[in-house]
Every structure is written in C-alpha cells, then in structure tokens.
C-alpha cells in the first residue's frame, strides 16, 4: 500500500481562517489593506503546490538520507538547496515582516497557516526557514541600524539563514548558567567564546553565511539571568563592502536523532569569534523571549502539522486495508461474508475521530494565538495590552497542547495500522520519530507548565484569566443560539468552573509560601487548562458550522460542516469528560511527588 499523498485538507484550513476566526475582517484594518479574501486564497493554493511539488515527495527521503558531518560541516539533502531558493523567492521568510522593514506585512494568522501546510507536508524543511524568520525579526526589533543593513535583509531573501544559540554543555533550560564569555573589543564589536549544543540548522551547505545569535556574558557581568547579553555572531566575518571573510564558528559535530533526521542539529565552538551586541547589555534574555515566544507558537504548529499527516496516512490505510467482518443482529460473524474495510470497525473510527479532533482543534488554537498577535497589531492602548497579554496566557499552552496530544494522536494513527504501523515500510513510525521531540524544543511541557502555573495564570492579578474566562463566555453566548449545541455549553461551563475550584485548592499554598507544592503538579494542570481552551476552539469550530448549516451555506458540501459538529461532540464525550479526573488529582491533598524519599525510586 503508497504512502498518502494527503496531508491536510485546505477545505478544514479555509473554513478556520475564514469562517472561525474571520480572517476577512482583519484585512479591512489599514495594516492589511493590502490584502483581500482572493489574494490570500491565491497565497494558500500556491504554497500548497509548493508543498505537493517541492516538499512532501521528499519527507521519506530526508529521514533515509539525513544530514551528516564530517571535516568540520554539515551537509544536508541536495533538495534543500532548490527548496530554500524558492521559499526566498516565494518570501516566505519576508512574509511575517513590516513593509517599512522590506517584508510583506503579512497577517500573522496566514504566516502561521503557510507554514502549518508546509510542515505537514514535510516536517523537516521548515525549521531553517522559522529560525531565520525569527533571528532576522529580533535584528530588526533591537538591532541596531548597521545590523539591520547587514544582516536582516539577506535573512529576509534566504541568501543567508539564521539560528538561536541558548543551550549549553551545562545549561540547558537553566539559562542563569550560561558561560559563553564577550569580551569587547576597541572598535565596539566582541570576541565570543565558548560552546553551544542542540542547535538547530546551525550548518549546512545551501546558505552563503549563517547568523546565528549567540546569549553570552560580558566581562563582570552579574550572575544570573541579569547578565546576559546577546550578539550576532556570522559563520562568516562579513566585510564593510559586504563580502564575506573567513569561517569563525567551528562546527564540532552534530547529534544523531531519532527523527527529524533532514533538520540538522549541531554543536558549535566559538573561538574568539568576532560579533556585534544586540540593543543594551545584560538585556540579552528579554530580547531572545521574542523569537523563543514565536518559537514556541510554531512548535506547537509543527506538533500540529505531524499530526495532521500521521492522521491522512492512517485515514488512506484504513480505507484500503480490508480486515475481519462486521457482527450480524445475532451478535456473530458470517464467515461466508467478504471482509469489511477496518475504517468500518466502531473502535477504528473512534481512534481515527480522535486523531481528527486533535489535528483540527490544535490548529484552531494555533489560529487563534496567531489573531491575537494581529489584533495586538491593529488596537490600541488598553485593548492592544489585552491581546498582547492573553496571547501571553495562550503560548504555553498552544505549544504544549499540539506537542503531547499530537504525540498521543499519532501513536493512536499508527495503531489504526497494527502490526503494519510498526513497520518502516509506512510512514507512520517516521512521523512518531518526528514528532516526539516536539514537547521538548523551546521549552519542555514541565518547564511550559510551570510558566503557565507560575507566571501566567496571575498575569494582571488573575486580570487576564478573566479576560479568556470573558472570550470563551462569548462563544458560549453564541451558541447559546442553536439547540444542537445546548450539551455543549453545559459541559464547557462545567469545566470553567472546575478550573477555578483548582486555583482555589492551590492558591493557599502560594500565598503560605509552599510554592513546591502549588506548583508540583503543574503539568496536570496544563492538561486540565489545555483541554478546556480545546474546547473551546472546538465549541467556536461547532457554532461556525451550525450557522453554515442553517443558512445553507453552499461554500462546502453539507457533509462537511456535518462532520465539524459529529467530531465536536467525539472530543466533548471522549476528551473533555477527563477534566473531572484531572481536577480531582490536582485536589488530591496527598503530595506523593514532595514527601518521598529518593530511594523509593531505587
């Protein structure tokens, strides 16, 4: 049986962007004017060629060729070469920057729905082109005007890719640990040294320099997060007429993974290599929070994106793959019957269901944090700090979610094939190798948790849990309106409530100063949380598709806004039921994971 050739469905993608989060009335805002309903559908159908032509014919062959090392670089597939020339052409790196900047002042929802359509049509591609996004976008956000003019604009065209360089030998997620050292020089730039582990597409053959952004510390710099300080740091030294000079950044190796394998990861040594400060010293970690926060988002679309087509390779096998018969009224097989396609087995159709409900939702709330970013961009004053903080509230969550439940969805995709889904004959197990390190780039579902737990929960005072509390109070109102969705709104508002009789169990042992214990259970939580902003998503999903029905809107066939509502009340049935077993764990006063002693591990 072929591999599927389907990936993801524009249809679902277009019904999201415009009848879900009415993408439309965005582009009436004088930010997008430049934009209309035809031209982005042009956009979308044309990188969705892209992806059929370019990307996803390749996505077996970058895991059974990956990337290499050897005499101190790294090669990757010889398809990257055309595919980052045509991206650059395309500008997809440009697509997310202002006009004034030379980008394409794109909406950030339709930046993020590109991409999504690109990562599920090959997960490996799209990383070199997100990191250079992101680095050239903290350039322009805080560089200064000569590293605007020397570096962004070729990061902008693809000639020249970029990185982010956090992680180190001994620090990992514990950034106040960094060691790499700065040392300023008499004509203002720096010497860097020390090393730099997991980093991503940090060498390769199809880029004419690589810019990475190095967090380090200047001499006599305060310790802890205080004193970081970040810089640009070129593979290679990039003369004042513009050429380039010699290589200053060692490639040391790479890691070997266990999927992603085309996407490179690299551990580079910097040697007295040369580079230039980015905005105020000791501010080096507020600034990288820019591109980590995109990065974060897009990870969550990339978890999303895996999924998506670990779901339409499982949907084809199950289509085809014929396998035992259907009961008869007597509870019994008839034997003398032909053998029924598994998509006709309730318990394929209810993990199939699953792995739909996941895809969808997951990029309804990668939308959905994506508009928040376009509204912050278009309002003002109090408004623009509203959006500004509930997409605060909303990332860890949104790179959370799609990561450990796309996980989850792909292995329910792989066991729609059976003993076949373990087999490297299909694509399943590469998308399961793919995506398992999705919960562990930028920030690991601990870590993102406890942010969520720790930090943003009291945003404001718990001012902007309200807000989202508000926004989800709105989708309930409307649909309010259609009886279909009555059980629903029972369920939603059942599961608002459950939340906060969970802060209110937690909350005393913040305020007694017991915060290992407020927060030691942190990643249920964001499983509880997580799960009701699904349903969420899936109640707006719900009552966009019964307005479609009552109307007769003819935009999709009838079966599709049907389908919307059926895997709407799957997820309300099958997910949203396990909020009330989340709360009772988190309530549970037994603190198992504190009073213990280490050995009980042994």
């Known amino acids: 049986m072929p591999n599927s050739s389907q990936y993801t469905n524009l249809n679902t993608i277009k019904f999201l962007m415009y009848n879900v989060h009415q993408t439309e009335e965005l582009l009436e805002a004088n930010r997008y004017s430049a934009y209309d309903k035809p031209s982005i559908d042009l956009l979308l159908n044309s990188v969705k060629t892209f992806c059929d032509k370019s990307l996803h014919p390749f996505i077996k062959e970058m895991d059974e060729k990956p990337s290499t090392f050897a005499n101190g670089a790294i090669t990757i597939h010889p398809q990257f070469e055309s595919i980052l020339k045509e991206s650059g052409e395309m500008g997809l790196v440009a697509a997310m920057f202002e006009e004034k900047d030379g980008g394409l002042q794109l909406p950030n929802i339709v930046f993020h729905t590109l991409y999504f359509m690109m990562e599920a049509a090959n997960n490996h591609v799209t990383g070199y082109l997100g990191l250079t996004a992101g680095a050239a976008n903290l350039i322009v956000s805080f560089g200064s005007d000569f590293l605007k003019e020397t570096y962004a604009q070729k990061m902008m065209s693809l000639e020249w890719t970029g990185t982010m360089c956090l992680t180190e030998p001994q620090a990992g997620s514990s950034l106040s640990d960094v060691k790499t050292t700065a040392s300023l020089q008499a004509d203002g730039t720096y010497k860097i040294n020390g090393q730099k582990i997991f980093i991503s597409s940090g060498d390769h053959q199809f880029a004419e320099n690589i810019i990475h952004l190095v967090l380090a510390r200047t001499e006599g710099a305060p310790s802890g997060t205080k004193g970081v300080s970040l810089f640009v740091v070129p593979k290679k030294r990039v003369a004042a007429d513009g050429s380039l000079g010699e290589q200053q950044v060692i490639v040391a190796g790479e890691f070997e993974k266990l999927g992603q394998r085309g996407y490179c990861t690299s551990h580079l040594v910097f040697e007295d290599s040369i580079g230039h400060m980015i905005g105020e010293e000791n501010h080096g970690l507020m600034y990288m929070f820019q591109m980590m926060n995109e990065a974060r988002i897009a990870t969550g679309r990339m978890g999303t994106g895996i999924a998506s087509a670990a779901y339409y390779a499982s949907l084809q096998y199950a289509k085809e793959r014929p396998q035992g018969r259907k009961l008869t009224s007597s509870g019994k097989k008839d034997l003398d019957e032909e053998q029924t396609l598994i998509i006709n087995h309730p318990d394929v159709k209810r993990m199939l269901l699953f792995q739909k409900s996941i895809v969808e939702g997951s990029l309804s709330l990668v939308m959905q944090a994506a508009h928040y970013v376009d509204l912050e961009h278009i309002s003002e004053g109090e408004e623009k700090e509203r959006y500004n903080l509930l997409l605060e509230l909303l990332t860890p969550i949104a790179k959370t979610y799609p990561s450990e439940k796309g996980l989850e969805a792909v292995s329910t995709g792989l066991q729609v094939l059976g003993g076949y889904g373990f ?125 479609a029905l009552d109307i007769n809107d003819s935009t999709y066939a009838t079966d599709f806004y049907e389908s919307k509502l059926h895997t709407l009340q799957f997820f309300y049935k099958y997910e949203m039921s396990r909020c009330k077993g989340l709360s009772k764990t988190i309530m549970n006063e037994l603190a198992l994971t504190i009073d213990m002693k280490l050995s009980y591990l042994d």
């Open 423 to 547: 087999c490297m004959d299909f694509i399943l197990q590469q998308y399961y190798r793919d995506i398992r390190i999705i919960s562990i780039y930028e920030g690991t579902t601990g870590i993102q948790s406890l942010d969520l737990l720790g930090r943003k929960i009291g945003l404001k005072n718990g001012k902007v849990l309200e807000w989202l509390a508000e926004e989800i109070q709105s989708t309930i109102k409307e649909a309010s309106a259609h009886d279909s969705l009555q059980f629903n709104i029972r369920v939603l508002g059942e599961s608002l409530n459950s939340i906060q009789q969970v802060l209110g169990a937690l909350m005393p042992h913040a305020q007694n100063g017991d915060f290992e214990r407020y927060l030691a259970d942190a990643t249920i939580f964001m499983d509880l949380f997580g799960t009701v902003v699904m349903g969420w998503q899936w109640l707006k999903i719900g009552v966009s598709a019964q307005k």
